[in-house]
């Protein structure tokens, strides 16, 4: 945070005049903001908490939302719990973080919340309550790592570190109103959370399982002017019909590569909007933005500058040193977070073309077709290209000669399964592996294309990557 700035989410609140109306919507009802200033959303219990380390394990990401913006500055550590996390992993996590309490909107009955004696129930509601005296705890905010299957990794922020990407004083004369696919447990969309409550915007919330069209609707009914999601999301969202009901701004891709693909489809969905991308993970935080409509970034931005983020390429992996960093993981001391210099190996491949870097994939996620190396991505950015093409899933498939060979499933524009649809597939996988003939290696042009309906995406809104 910059000097003078508020020391807690809800001394952000106090900065707002009495007759602003900010607002966080979920699906079936909405908090005014401001009323957090007499208000409580935790049966008025917020003082037992004071100190503690908490874990916050709602389902409701309104009772979530509100819950955060009251933890902040009271308790000590706040752990979000994403609600993908496995039930298995729970006593791990709380054993880690050394958790004292839970707020939860729903009976804490997962293994190990029986030996956590205080537990208080927070709502979507805000009820009137005596103001607490808040900013005497500089509260850890503590962040699960997501694409894994195993115990994940607990990544130690501060609300100085995930507000530093925040630039002050950049909110409109008309409040923004925000909206993510994101859950706000999650890195990516507790960062637009952020930006609404710490720029006085509101934010319209998704809800668990709820269809994309739904939150589209809603989304455009609440006049969202900025939202964001991965590009997965996007996908998602231009393949259904109430795409055309939001008319943002402001339009942000974050967590995946954001190929030419899906940057021309959003342009030609919303015209009037500005498109960008931005760089982040939850151990480095924000590193850039890009906001020219091109995939990948600038050279330039690997330069050594004077900034707050500083960039480098070590075997061709993007790494970064900034305020914005995690400062370690929590119950892991053999685990360093960052080098001894402060970069954060991001694991993010990249490589330069025209004075331009390209991200490639990520260095574990390589296919190995007889001893050479294809990441799926760089062969999935070439298919999307396709016009007929909403998205695609490239991977492996074993191959007694080579090990593996290249495949790919492909979701295809177009209303599935009949006769014109199947012509016109056949005409478009022998444009695409022309296409991808003409940009890749041979050892990396799929040696099967399959077109499918959907393509699976995990919680966190990235591409399910499973190698068959």
């Not at 991001?346 to 050479?372: L, S």
């Amino acid at each position: 945070m910059q000097p003078g700035e508020p020391g807690s989410l809800c001394g952000w609140l106090t900065t707002a005049g009495e007759h602003s109306t900010l607002f966080l919507w979920g699906a079936d009802r909405s908090a005014a903001l401001l009323a957090l200033r007499r208000g409580t959303s935790l049966a008025g219990r917020l003082g037992q908490l004071r100190g503690r380390s908490v874990l916050l394990i709602a389902k409701d990401q309104l009772a979530a939302g509100l819950a955060l913006i009251e933890l902040d500055g009271i308790a000590r550590r706040i752990v979000l719990c994403p609600l993908d996390l496995r039930e298995e992993h729970l006593p791990a996590v709380m054993k880690a973080a050394e958790c004292d309490a839970i707020v939860s909107d729903r009976a804490a009955t997962g293994p190990g919340c029986s030996e956590v004696t205080c537990y208080v129930t927070c709502t979507p509601t805000i009820s009137p309550a005596e103001p607490q005296l808040r900013d005497d705890h500089q509260t850890e905010w503590i962040l699960l790592t997501s694409g894994t299957t195993g115990l994940p990794k607990l990544v130690v922020h501060s609300l100085a570190s995930l507000t530093a990407p925040i630039k002050p004083g950049t909110s409109a004369q008309v409040p923004a109103v925000w909206s993510t696919f994101y859950d706000i447990r999650r890195y990516g969309g507790l960062q637009i959370f952020l930006r609404a409550v710490t720029g006085g915007g509101s934010l319209v919330l998704s809800s668990p399982g709820e269809p994309t069209g739904d939150f589209l609707l809603r989304a455009g009914a609440r006049g969202v002017t900025h939202i964001s999601g991965t590009p997965s999301h996007w996908r998602g969202a231009l393949m259904s019909p109430m795409a055309r009901r939001i008319s943002p701004r402001y339009i942000r891709l974050s967590g995946e590569i954001a190929d030419q693909g899906i940057l021309d489809h959003l342009r030609a969905v919303y015209p009037k909007a500005d498109i960008a991308h931005a760089f982040a993970s939850t151990e480095a935080g924000v590193a850039f933005e890009v906001g020219d409509e091109r995939a990948g970034f600038p050279a330039s931005l690997i330069a050594p500058r004077g900034g707050e983020v500083e960039l480098r390429v070590e075997d061709g992996t993007l790494q970064i040193r900034s305020g914005r960093t995690a400062s370690r993981y929590l119950g892991r001391p053999d685990d360093c977070l960052a080098d001894a210099n402060g970069f954060v190996d991001t694991g993010d491949m990249i490589a330069e073309r025209d004075g331009r870097y390209y991200f490639i994939g990520r260095r574990d996620g390589v296919i190995n077709v007889g001893g050479r190396k294809v990441h799926p991505e760089e062969v999935e950015a070439v298919i999307n290209r396709h016009p007929s093409v909403y998205m695609s899933l490239v991977k492996a498939r074993k191959n007694p000669m080579t090990g593996a060979i290249v495949v790919a499933d492909v979701v295809p524009i177009g209303r599935p399964g009949t006769s014109d649809a199947r012509a016109r597939n056949e005409i478009t996988r022998d444009e695409i592996l022309q296409t991808c003939r003409r940009a890749l290696a041979p050892y990396k042009v799929p040696a099967a294309i399959r077109f499918v309906t959907s393509l699976a995406v995990t919680a966190s809104g990235k591409l399910a990557r499973r190698q068959c």
